[in-house]
């Protein structure tokens, strides 16, 4: 080999500028797309005035929309397979504080009793109402609130 500086070696070094840049766009992209991706299930709630009631766990949400079909969390449930489906998830958990119930606006309120009968026979004895709170004359914003029963 010549020590002049002409000599041609290979390099074993790994060039990471695209790496770099492949993962700056794939950031680009999750970031952009992630609060796309949310979904949840559209009820329309009843107002309260009611404070919010801090919660440092996070529980379950049993939905009732306005067409009487059950959700826990984003999942259907049957209204017969609600009871079992609450004291099978239930069961594993450590922390069995309850779950907050959101019931669309429109349905009756024996048809959210005979939900919370099931819930309660799921042997969930803590169950938060979930409200939107009340409008105000200086603040016409909806904020969301939970009630607690």
Same mark, same amino acid.
Not at 14 to 25: G, S
Not at 61 to 87: F, M, P, W
């Given at each position: 080999m010549q020590a002049d500086g002409n000599s041609k070696r290979m390099v074993s070094e790994?060039? @990471?500028?695209? &790496?770099? /840049?492949?993962?700056? @766009?794939l950031l680009i992209i999750f970031m952009v797309t992630a609060p796309m991706m949310t979904q949840g299930v559209d009820v329309k709630l009843p107002e309260s005035s009611a404070p919010a009631i801090p919660s440092d766990a996070e529980r379950l949400?049993?939905?009732?929309? *306005? /067409? !009487?079909?059950?959700?826990? $969390?984003?999942?259907? @449930? +049957? %209204?017969? +397979?609600?009871? %079992?489906? &609450? #004291? #099978?998830?239930? *069961? $594993? !958990?450590? /922390? !069995?504080?309850? @779950?907050? &119930? !959101? #019931? /669309?606006?429109k349905i009756p309120y024996g048809y959210v009793m005979e939900v919370m009968g099931l819930i309660r026979g799921a042997g969930i004895d803590q169950i938060g109402m979930v409200t939107e709170s009340a409008k105000s004359p200086a603040n016409n914003s909806h904020q969301k609130g939970k009630g607690r029963l």
């Open positions: 790994i060039n @990471v500028t695209p &790496l770099v /840049d492949v993962m700056l @766009v949400v049993v939905t009732i929309t *306005q /067409d !009487r079909k059950i959700y826990i $969390n984003e999942n259907l @449930v +049957e %209204s017969g +397979e609600l009871e %079992s489906k &609450l #004291a #099978a998830i239930t *069961q $594993n !958990r450590l /922390d !069995r504080k309850g @779950v907050f &119930l !959101r #019931a /669309d606006e």
